[in-house]
């Protein structure tokens, strides 16, 4: 159990409750991180796959790690801190321990994303220490469906080929810039190109194209274990846009991630109105609450 004698010792320089610490993980530490993730297999996809990929709980070539809050030898918390800062069944009072030990890395990130709680609880920490956000997005419900939709699904959609990505990459980078405010090309275009390919190349994009090119409606599987699969980068063409197209275009996207894993997520701004109204139809039903903090 998580020691709660002393929950912040302020004459501890580290700031951790106490009998607890904080460490980046190593491969001995891979079966510990899964058992914790496994806990939640819809909120914690984004870890799984990526142990599901890579098969280890140690740092990645390109430096991104996951810290570790240790109570003894138990691993009761951790925390994906890469691009973005993901927390993995973080209880909200151990939440500022481990955005400072983030911080204090050096690295700056492009987001936090997770369960809301923890999610708001980080952010307070980096703001204290002077890391401030773009937007703050603290109401997004976690969705999911099981089994097939409630919608017709429109057989137009199907799976990338790489020969589209030219085509593909644009629609996508016009999604990034719609939902977050700026391109994503900000810095050059590498990066999230090579984003975008991955996907494709994985057959974790799904895209509608007409006959002459064009790109109208598109999705990405941005996270997928064997269990579940999450839902991102949703975009109708704004030409096709009003013309009530959205549902069938999410139950295929239900229909063709159902190949993959048995289960459906994806999380949805709490005032995206529309969005939310097209989920309920196809048939997801809300299992918990996200949150974003855009940096």
């Given at each position: 159990?998580?020691?709660r004698?002393?929950?912040?010792?302020?004459?501890?320089?580290?700031?951790?409750?106490?009998?607890t610490?904080?460490?980046?993980l190593?491969?001995?530490?891979t079966?510990k991180l899964?058992?914790?993730?496994r806990?939640?297999?819809?909120?914690?996809?984004?870890?799984l796959?990526?142990?599901?990929?890579?098969?280890?709980a140690?740092?990645?070539?390109?430096?991104a790690?996951?810290?570790?809050?240790?109570?003894?030898e138990?691993?009761v918390?951790?925390?994906?801190?890469?691009?973005?800062l993901?927390?993995?069944?973080l209880?909200?009072?151990?939440?500022g321990?481990?955005?400072a030990?983030?911080y204090?890395?050096?690295?700056?990130?492009a987001?936090?994303?997770?369960?809301a709680?923890?999610?708001?609880?980080?952010?307070?920490?980096l703001?204290?220490l002077?890391?401030?956000?773009?937007?703050v997005?603290?109401?997004?419900?976690?969705?999911?469906l099981?089994?097939p939709?409630?919608?017709?699904?429109?057989?137009?959609?199907g799976?990338?080929?790489?020969?589209?990505?030219?085509?593909?990459?644009?629609?996508?980078?016009?999604?990034?810039?719609?939902?977050?405010?700026y391109?994503?090309f900000?810095?050059?275009?590498?990066?999230?190109?090579?984003?975008?390919?991955?996907?494709?190349?994985?057959?974790?994009?799904?895209?509608?194209?007409?006959s002459?090119?064009?790109?109208?409606?598109?999705?990405?599987?941005?996270a997928v274990?064997?269990?579940?699969?999450q839902?991102?980068?949703?975009?109708m063409?704004?030409?096709?846009r009003?013309?009530?197209?959205?549902a069938a275009?999410?139950?295929?996207?239900?229909t063709?991630?159902?190949?993959?894993?048995?289960?459906?997520?994806?999380?949805?701004?709490?005032?995206n109105?529309?969005a939310?109204?097209?989920?309920e139809?196809?048939?997801?039903?809300?299992?918990?609450?996200?949150a974003?903090?855009?940096?």
């Amino acid at each position: 159990m998580l020691s709660r004698v002393a929950p912040w010792l302020a004459s501890r320089k580290d700031g951790y409750p106490a009998g607890t610490s904080v460490r980046v993980l190593g491969g001995a530490d891979t079966a510990k991180l899964q058992e914790l993730a496994r806990q939640d297999v819809v909120a914690n996809v984004f870890i799984l796959a990526h142990l599901e990929s890579t098969g280890t709980a140690a740092p990645t070539s390109g430096g991104a790690n996951v810290l570790g809050v240790f109570d003894g030898e138990d691993l009761v918390g951790a925390c994906w801190a890469g691009a973005n800062l993901v927390p993995i069944q973080l209880d909200p009072d151990l939440a500022g321990s481990v955005a400072a030990a983030a911080y204090g890395s050096g690295r700056r990130y492009a987001s936090i994303f997770g369960p809301a709680e923890t999610v708001l609880a980080m952010y307070e920490r980096l703001e204290d220490l002077g890391q401030l956000a773009h937007d703050v997005r603290a109401v997004q419900p976690l969705l999911t469906l099981t089994g097939p939709p409630t919608v017709q699904p429109d057989d137009h959609l199907g799976f990338s080929r790489f020969d589209d990505f030219d085509r593909i990459l644009p629609a996508c980078a016009a999604m990034f810039e719609e939902e977050v405010g700026y391109s994503p090309f900000l810095g050059g275009r590498e990066f999230y190109s090579r984003r975008v390919e991955g996907l494709i190349r994985q057959g974790h994009s799904l895209v509608h194209l007409t006959s002459e090119g064009e790109v109208v409606f598109k999705a990405e599987l941005g996270a997928v274990t064997p269990e579940v699969t999450q839902v991102q980068g949703v975009w109708m063409n704004p030409s096709y846009r009003g013309r009530g197209l959205s549902a069938a275009y999410m139950a295929a996207v239900v229909t063709h991630a159902q190949q993959l894993a048995p289960v459906t997520s994806l999380y949805v701004n709490d005032y995206n109105s529309r969005a939310r109204a097209t989920y309920e139809r196809v048939g997801f039903h809300q299992v918990g609450t996200f949150a974003t903090v855009l940096f």
